[in-house]
């Protein structure tokens, strides 16, 4: 079993796992932390495109999804007027998460920057550029033209739904 296989299954357990956080969400009743949950199972998808050798998708992914759309459903959150919980006290399981999940990003960290120049070099030469934004333009203007319009009238249509919904009645 090669490294990018232990990636891809650990990246998909990831997913599963956070988008099943999503729904069930344990550890609180508040639709903000299931909305964390969603920016999770965004990041590690965007790792399954990265595998994929779709740099581009991956990148659009958590700065469309990640960073816009969450920002979106926490306006909505937000505006439903959802009441705050209680604060709890620090459990001791997820301060120890919190602290192993520090450590192993640290791990990576290091472990980058002990490759040196040459190896990050070496490896990036190696690399064929695949999954680059000219060929991905070019299909999404020509074959799939339509889809792309439709998807853009129905975000418009949700805009200015939210907007309505938001309105106060000025009576």
């Known amino acids: ?10 990246f998909a357990a990831l997913t599963l796992l956070f988008g099943v956080l999503v729904v069930v969400n344990p550890f609180s ?21 990265v595998l994929l050798h779709a740099f581009f998708l991956a990148a659009v992914q958590v700065l469309v999804y990640a960073g816009a759309v969450i920002v979106l459903f926490l306006f909505v959150i ?31 960290f290091l ?12 490896n990036a030469a190696a690399a064929p550029l695949e999954g680059g934004t000219a060929p991905l333009g070019k299909l999404l203007f020509t074959e799939y033209l339509l889809p792309f319009e439709i998807l853009s009238v129905l975000l418009l249509v949700a805009m200015v739904g939210v907007i309505l919904l938001s309105k106060k009645d000025l009576r």
């Not at 079993?1 to 650990?10: E, G, P, R, V």
């Not at 009743?29 to 495109?49: D, K, Q």
């Not at 472990?111 to 070496?122: D, M, W």
């Open 78 to 108: 937000m505006l439903l007027d959802v009441k705050e919980e209680e604060r709890r006290k620090l459990k001791l399981a997820g301060l120890i998460t919190g602290v192993a999940a520090v450590a192993a990003v640290l791990g990576i």
């Open 29 to 49: 009743r508040n639709p903000i932390t299931s909305a964390m949950f969603l920016v999770l199972t965004i990041a590690s998808m965007a790792g399954l495109f």
């Open 1 to 10: 079993m090669t490294m990018q296989d232990l990636m891809f299954y650990f």
């Open 111 to 122: 472990k980058v920057f002990s490759l040196g120049r040459t190896g990050l070099a070496a």
